[in-house]
């Protein structure tokens, strides 16, 4: 049986989603222990028009403690104190006991790929382009 294409969504941050797209991102780190499998991505965002495609590499599950230095660092955060309270912005409950998913990707491609150079300086001029059909 083929799996199907799962989703993680991108926070609507234009400097982390260049980040996605020009590859310095390439692993997110989301509470609790969820499903995720090798496979296809969509890297997108329900608030504002924004979507990649990827393959996810590595899935592995452990308590935010657990998280590894490379983990944090590639996730851009300079301590196990930053990623507790970066991650708290998102899930305000969380503590460094709460379990947590460790998701890793490669192979980001689609039009904003693409067009990576317009998107990171001209991100709305690319927009008008999709919207328009140019």
Wanted: with cysteine; charged share 25%; hydrophobic share 35%.
């Amino acid at each position: 049986m083929k799996q199907p294409m799962y989703a993680l969504l991108i926070a609507p941050d234009h400097r982390m989603r260049t980040n996605v797209v020009y590859g310095g991102k390439t692993i997110t780190i989301r509470e609790g222990h969820r499903g995720y499998q090798p496979s296809l991505v969509m890297l997108c965002c329900h608030l504002v028009p924004w979507a990649v495609m990827a393959d996810i590499t590595n899935v592995r599950h452990c308590t935010l403690r657990e998280v590894t230095q490379e983990e944090y660092e590639d996730d851009g955060f300079h301590s196990q104190e930053d990623l507790l309270q970066g991650m708290q912005r998102f899930y305000p409950n969380l503590t460094l006991d709460s379990p947590v998913t460790v998701i890793r990707w490669e192979k980001v491609r689609g039009f904003l790929v693409d067009y990576c150079a317009e998107y990171r300086l001209l991100p709305e001029k690319l927009y008008s382009k999709i919207k328009h059909g140019d």
